[in-house]
């Protein structure tokens, strides 16, 4: 699946080799809702990513705090948003995360095995850096303030996997 791209490619290959991989290598970049929203049928699309074993559901716990937007926050509340999967998690059969760091399973001996365009926002929204010092403009949190109105999205791929939307794993 392709998804428009709105982040400019800055891979930095013999850098990220010197480092290697540090990343991709704990921590599967978490995508946005615009790739799934840019199909006839997001819910559907996520329904296949997830089918495909090579995704899942990881949870981010508590909902965005801030008075000055309007937000309540909700510490009970946990949205739900999809990433590659681990090698452990693929290896369970799992869509839902499992507690722990671990290794992409779309990570190659040469890098990503996804064309740049393709891959997760998180991914491409991290900016290689020398020394550890790495940084991205979209981070989890900001994940979180844009799945937590999508949750409809992730109820109805659950759905189309046979599971209930208040699956024990919410
Ligand atoms: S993006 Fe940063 S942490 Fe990831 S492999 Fe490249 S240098 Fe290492
Ligand atoms: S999708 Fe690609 S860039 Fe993102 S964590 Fe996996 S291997 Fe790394």
Redesign the pocket.
């Known amino acids: 699946m392709s998804h428009e791209i709105s982040v400019s490619n800055n891979e930095d290959y013999p850098l990220c080799r010197a480092c290697g991989g540090e990343?991709?290598r704990t921590r599967?970049?978490i995508e946005s809702p615009e790739r799934f929203l840019a199909e006839a049928n997001p819910a559907e699309a996520l329904a296949l990513l997830l089918a495909s074993g090579l995704w899942v559901l990881d949870r981010h716990y508590g909902i965005p705090y801030s008075p000055e937007r309007g937000e309540q926050g909700d510490p009970d509340r946990i949205i739900l948003y999809p990433r590659?999967a681990t090698g452990a998690e693929k290896a369970a059969g799992s869509i839902f995360a499992i507690p722990g760091a671990g290794e992409?399973v779309?990570?190659g001996n040469d890098g990503?095995t996804?064309p740049f365009a393709e891959?997760?926002r998180a991914?491409q929204t991290l900016e290689p850096a020398a020394g550890f010092a790495c940084t991205s403009t979209w981070t989890r949190f900001d994940a979180a303030r844009e799945w937590v109105s999508h949750q409809d999205m992730v109820n109805e791929a659950l759905a189309l996997l046979g599971l209930p939307p208040d699956h024990p794993a919410f």
Do not use: A, Q, S
Request: hydrophobic share 25%; aromatic share 0%; glycine share 8%.
């Open positions: 990343c991709c599967p970049g590659p992409c779309l990570l990503c996804l891959r997760p991914c």
